[in-house]
DNA sequence: CCACTATTATGACTAGGTCCTAATAGTAAT
DNA sequence: ATTACTATTAGGACCTAGTCATAATAGTGG
């Protein structure tokens, strides 16, 4: 049997608020109603529509990359985002990412770059790492700029595969083949 | 006199950045030049609709709340550590590993406890991560507690073995093999 | 069966575009 | 001045993801 109006409002409540980039018309799918039944839902719930709930977001956004421009630190600065094809993104190892003994890299800085690019080429409202093999096939030294790289390489199944290289100096340091699980079918 | 075509395209590239949420119609009236002149310079400068660069700005937050992440100080904490053999690291999830959407914990914090447990249970003075066959197997949300163990499974040629095992209650959450690099030879 | 709520259908209209075709303006070279 | 070319403007058809209003139908409790 089909919820209540009031389990349906609930749910929708929350699945609006995890996934806030979801029409109305894709609710109504999962929902099993019809398009309408979701817009007087949306009325009682007094929630915004699609556009305004992404401007929403995006506005938020806005103003925290205006307030925390800072991008030195993190998992590496996006240069370049085409979605479901390629990445690049640029991390600057300081002190805080390696071994105070050696200077050299610790391992999940790296991994981290990769798998964060990873994530962001994905065109897809959810995506997770499902399994990776990866490689760090050069030390990295304090004070060196790496360049990370990731493309779609293509699809088996549910999962889409992301390939990242990172380079110092044109000098491959770290490898990965990231098999990244997402929730919806691919758009084409 | 009205600018020439290039000058006002590389102001409206400049506009466009500093103020993504700005219809062609305004961008035309502050040009001084017709919608259909704004819209073939977007084509020119393959620059996308408003709606598109609203999409990109939240998604951005939805993907990239890179912009922040306190990797940095915890990777878990160590609760048993024999050298050469096993090490036991506890990591609870909190807000700040997971994706705001869903809760679920980014696949790098899991891969950081890993591979620092990895790092310390080499007796050596320098241990680095060679590379990796890894699996998330169950995604992991905030508020639960995720206990690694590491192995030391074996030795091949200058690299050591590390077998990692996260758990949530005694279900498998992660798992990797991680192939170390060390400088000397292991004691015996 | 009636009353009431819930749901679905339909049509008109909107913003902010795309894509395509066609007409007009402005300028530079012969 | 005439030709050639680029730049600009205009118009229409179409799109998505809605709004708002009206009306018809389904389903359920008393």
Do not use: C
């Amino acid at each position: 049997m089909k919820l209540k109006k009031k389990e349906r409002q609930e749910k929708l409540k929350e699945m609006i608020e995890e996934t806030p980039f979801i029409t109305d018309e894709e609710l109504a799918k999962t929902f099993d109603v019809s398009i309408q039944t979701i817009r007087l839902d949306r009325l009682e719930l007094s929630i915004p529509e699609l556009r305004e709930r992404i401007k929403h977001v995006a506005n938020n956004n806005w103003n925290e990359t205006l307030k925390a421009l800072p991008i030195d630190e993190v998992i590496g600065e996006v240069v370049n985002l085409e979605l479901d094809n390629l990445a690049i993104s640029i991390l600057d190892i300081k002190e805080e990412h390696v071994f105070s003994r050696n200077m050299i890299a610790r391992g999940h800085h790296l991994f981290a770059q990769a798998n964060s690019l990873a994530v962001a080429v994905i065109n897809d409202e959810l995506a997770l790492t499902a399994n990776a093999e990866i490689y760090f096939t050069r030390p990295v030294k304090a004070g060196e700029r790496v360049i990370a790289k990731a493309s779609v390489v293509g699809h088996d199944k549910k999962r889409t595969v992301v390939e990242v290289k990172s380079y110092v100096n044109s000098e491959v340091v770290f490898e990965g083949k990231f098999h990244m699980y997402r929730t919806t079918e691919r758009k084409s």
